[in-house]
């Protein structure tokens, strides 16, 4: 490969809740730290252990030539590197720049939307299993949620049930939904046909909607994203979608996000109430990162980290599936977190939960408790690690957790 994903970088001091943050960020559902003699694997953080793409440190170097950094505006060449992307990564072949706008991360954006959306308590649609972040944002702005759980299919597969949808759409009187694409923390990447049914639902009951697409250029396998946006006309005009390049690329530090908002009337409201607060304001390096990530060498090194990543997974899911009897897990097609569930396997070695995840984190394998995604006896692990490190991780959760003496 051209790029480096083999290396173990010591992040260390280095600014990495991720790393620094083990035994310490409880308010983070930290794990514990490892027991002595182990070195912690961290597998919590939805961040990733590879240095980034070269062409973003290329950029950002190139702009700290210049000694000054006062106010600015985002230049032609940011608007039109989010263009080229969209069309050439996912098909959107009619974005403009007027249809863009920054957010200084995508839960502000769902904040911003639903308040222009809805009236404080009101009732808003979501899948469960969720992402803990839209759980604590809607609690927070005075927002309920409406679940509507996931389920798997024969085959293991996650899919939506489109009879509870409509229930809960009809009798709780929902006129907001968050939908999350790929899907947090299943990691489940939408059809067509499943996209089509869900928003011919949100349309027959006049549902506006937020997509999370954050996690869109990492799909797995052969696997293919659709925006939200290009399903049908009433998602286009009825959609606020949020996207970033932090998750692709890693640079949730630098902090940098934007929505895409084809509606005037939607775009006009967004706009002005993500204002208010006089701080949704873009980083000049920031900036320059995105531009530097979205030119073609970025293109190519997210096709080789998507390569690296669906080795990773499938490792684990057969590792997972051949040695730890009572556990179930559904291959990811997207983003590069696992989401097991291991009820039948505590059940069977009489085993509670939280003793489970302690006896992971005592031999280093720092990963983190699904309950907080609505998972009650869940557990998600983070893959973007170099193929050694997850090797590593599941060697000691094979000998000393899931098979000990």
């Known amino acids: 490969m051209k ?3 083999t290396s173990i970088m010591d992040r260390h001091g280095k600014d990495a809740v991720a790393v620094d943050g083990i035994g310490i960020k409880k308010e983070w559902g930290a794990p514990d730290a490892p027991d002595p003699g182990f070195d912690a694997i961290p597998m919590w953080v939805a961040d990733m252990n590879f240095p980034t793409a070269p062409t973003i440190i290329s950029a950002m170097e190139e702009r700290l030539k210049h000694p000054a950094f006062g106010y600015f505006e985002p230049t032609d060449e940011y ?3 989010i263009i080229r992307w969209m069309e050439t990564r996912h098909g959107m ?18 904040v911003s939307a639903l308040n222009i959306m809805c009236s404080r308590g009101d009732k808003v649609f979501l899948h469960s299993p969720v992402y803990v972040g839209f759980r604590e944002t809607m609690k927070n702005n005075g927002y309920h949620p409406v679940y509507s759980p996931l389920v798997r299919d024969a085959d293991g597969v996650w899919r939506m049930d489109l009879a509870d949808m409509e229930q809960k759409l009809r009798d709780e009187n929902i006129h907001a939904a968050i939908f999350c694409s790929p899907h947090n923390p299943t990691g489940r990447v939408w059809e067509k046909a499943e996209l089509k049914a869900a928003f011919d639902l949100f349309e027959k009951y006049d549902v506006k909607v937020i997509s999370d697409e954050i996690w869109s250029d990492i799909i797995l396998g052969g696997n293919k994203h659709i925006p939200a946006q290009m399903v049908s006309d009433y998602a286009r005009e009825n959609t606020v979608a949020l996207y970033a390049p932090s998750k692709t690329f890693n640079l949730a530090g630098l902090v940098g996000s934007y929505h895409i908002i084809f509606n005037k009337t939607i775009r006009d409201r967004f706009l002005k109430e993500s204002s208010l607060s006089h701080y949704n304001s873009m980083n000049v390096l920031s ?22 990543l669906t080795g990773n997974v499938r490792f684990a899911v057969d590792f997972i599936r051949e040695h730890f009897e ?4 559904s291959e990811p097609q997207g983003t590069y977190m696992l989401f097991l569930d291991c009820g039948e396997w505590c059940s069977e070695h009489g085993c509670a939960h939280d003793d489970l995840l302690k006896a992971g984190w005592r031999v280093g394998v720092a990963w983190q408790d699904g309950a907080m995604f609505r998972g009650p006896e869940s557990i998600r692990m983070n893959l973007a690690l170099p193929r050694s490190r997850v090797e590593e991780a599941f060697r000691r959760l094979d000998e000393y957790v899931f098979n000990k003496a």
Not at 287 to 308: C, I, P, Q, R, S
């Open 3 to 5: 790029y480096d994903f």
């Open 79 to 81: 608007y039109g590197s």
């Open 93 to 110: 072949t009619d974005l403009t720049p007027e249809c863009i706008g920054y957010e200084n991360g995508v839960l502000g954006g769902v």
């Open 287 to 308: 900036m320059h990162a995105l531009v530097g990530a979205y030119k073609n060498e970025g293109m190519e090194w997210v096709d080789e980290l998507t390569a690296v």
């Open 326 to 329: 009572g556990v179930t897990v």
